[in-house]
């Protein structure tokens, strides 16, 4: 009889229990395996927004990791989404985060302070906070920078906010920018995340302004809500004073006369929608009767034919209405248009600063 050979006498083990396997792996090795899985599997994964320090890490535990069989591949995934299961809630990390969380909830004093505090690099990437600045910011930084780093800047942001920002510069200095640009291929991405820096800090210098619109919106809305010979008479001292200031009063103003060329005719049953009927009719009769009879008109003809030939009826049983309360329903209509603009029911056709000149 013969003898078992020393290899069937050896017992075959069982491969590890899944626990047990993953228990083996750092949590590295872990991030590593979930990393590739997910790309594996075609998921978008953005890793840019890690520090680099950790972008370093994962990309070198990577690298050094050869194979992995299928029982530890599910003992990891499970573990990972167990833990995302199990996550209730997640908070921001760092100081940048949580600002942008409560942007908005808190003072831009207490923003502005713990800005400060926390030092631009704990806002992420700096070349976010100028592309999201208002050029009027950006222009004054660029007169006062170097010409490479206009060209940098320039080279950062949006081609159609950079072509605005170029058209802001003087002609020297757009020409000088425009050239520099040709030679910005040798910069290092170094040196170009410290310029981001230096120029996120001269933003975040810039003290806290007490009002969100700029004077001639402030003027404008009140003077949308004046009377017309007060609201001429104001313009016509202001073009004496400041051409410049009065043509953006202008196009700040939004009153009767302007709705015609600014609210989109399939806007307009919104619009009447939104005012009382009472109101609607003094506010149609007290055009029709002076020099805003083509508003009204406008306002009749885009509207349904039954509700426009009903307005028409009480608008003759009506008869002459007094300026006064003809102007004030207007008003109301204005206000009407501006608020469902505001809340984004309607967009209003923004006026040609050319046609503006001209009024």
């Known amino acids: 009889m013969s003898q078992p050979t020393p290899l069937a006498r050896i017992t075959p083990q069982a491969p590890p229990p899944l626990a047990a396997t993953a228990a083996r792996l750092t949590r590295k090795q872990k991030a590593a395996i979930i990393v590739r899985f997910l790309i594996n599997e075609g998921a978008e994964v953005s890793l840019s927004d890690l520090p680099d320090?950790?972008?370093?890490?994962?990309?070198?535990?990577?690298?050094?990791?050869?194979?992995?069989?299928?029982?530890?591949?599910?003992?990891?995934?499970?573990?990972?989404?167990?833990?995302?299961?199990?996550?209730?809630?997640?908070?921001?990390?760092?100081?940048?985060?949580?600002?942008?969380?409560?942007?908005?909830?808190?003072?831009?004093q207490t923003a502005a302070r713990l800005r400060k505090e926390a030092g631009v690099r704990q806002f992420g990437d700096p070349w976010e906070q100028v592309r999201a600045a208002d050029l009027d910011d950006l222009v004054p930084i660029v007169l006062a920078e170097s010409t490479e780093v206009a060209a940098v800047m320039l080279s950062k942001l949006d081609v159609p906010r950079a072509a605005d920002l170029l058209s802001r510069l003087p002609g020297e200095k757009a020409r000088r920018v425009t050239f520099a640009v040709s030679q910005t291929s040798a910069v290092t991405p170094g040196a170009v995340d410290r310029i981001g820096l230096s120029l996120a800090a001269q933003l975040n210098d810039m003290p806290e302004t007490a009002f969100a619109d700029g004077p001639a919106n402030r003027i404008g809305a009140i003077l949308n809500s004046t009377p017309s010979a007060l609201r001429d008479d104001v313009l016509t001292g202001l073009d004496a004073e400041d051409q410049k200031f009065a043509a953006q009063v202008r196009r700040a103003i939004f009153t009767f006369a302007h709705v015609s060329a600014r609210v989109n005719p399939i806007d307009v049953p919104k619009v009447t929608r939104e005012v009382d009927r009472a109101v609607l009719i003094t506010a149609l009769t007290g055009a029709s009767a002076g020099d805003l009879a083509d508003v009204a008109e406008f306002l009749l003809d885009n509207m349904s034919r039954r509700m426009a030939d009903g307005l028409r009826e009480e608008m003759q049983e009506l008869g002459r209405v007094k300026p006064k309360d003809g102007e004030e329903a207007m008003t109301q209509v204005v206000n009407a248009v501006r608020r469902l603009a505001a809340s984004g029911e309607i967009t209003l056709i923004q006026p040609d600063e050319d046609e503006d000149a001209d009024e």
């Not at 990791?65 to 299961?85: G, I, K, N, P």
């Open 53 to 108: 320090t950790l972008q370093g890490t994962l990309t070198t535990q990577m690298g050094s990791m050869r194979y992995v069989d299928r029982a530890t591949l599910v003992s990891v995934v499970d573990e990972f989404a167990a833990e995302l299961e199990g996550m209730g809630l997640t908070f921001p990390h760092g100081v940048a985060g949580a600002l942008t969380a409560l942007d908005g909830r808190i003072s831009p």
